[in-house]
Nanobody, 126 residues
Framework: QVQLVESGGGLVQAGESLRVSCAAS????????MGWFRQAPGKDRDFVAA????????YYAESVKGRFNISRDNAKNTVYLQMSSLKPEDTAVYYC???????????????????WGQGTQVTVSS
């Protein structure tokens, strides 16, 4: 049974940093590309960042480029999202997701991801 469990969310002030983590189990983690998405209340789920199976390539939404950093530790079956210079508009539930290495579709397409976590709330106050 595949499980993706996010942690590390919370309430921070604008300008601060936060790191969220996603621990995977039940799958061969090193063969999956991983992504982070977020969903604010009343809005669609949006792509945030993605990283290839070996960590060799990363992709970011324009809105977070230069502020967020995605990384992974295959020995720990964990993917991270380091968020800096947080803004109130970054407030959302953050989800991690896994997609097979050769899955079709862009990294930005949520339908291309096979497994999803339950999400962790990140709230940025102004």
């Amino acid at each position: 049974q595949v499980q993706l469990v996010e942690s590390g969310g919370g309430l921070v002030q604008a300008g601060e940093s936060l790191r969220v983590s996603c621990a995977a189990s039940g799958l061969t983690f090193s063969t999956y590309n991983m992504g982070w998405f977020r969903q604010a209340p009343g809005k669609d789920r949006d792509f945030v960042a993605a990283i290839t199976w070996d960590g060799g390539n990363t992709y970011y939404a324009e809105s977070v480029k230069g502020r967020f950093n995605i990384s992974r530790d295959n020995a720990k079956n964990t993917v991270y999202l380091q968020m800096s210079s947080l803004k109130p508009e970054d407030t959302a539930v953050y989800y991690c997701a896994a997609r097979l290495r050769y899955a079709r579709g862009s990294y930005t397409n949520d339908w291309a991801y096979r497994y999803w976590g339950q999400g962790t709330q990140v709230t940025v106050s102004s």
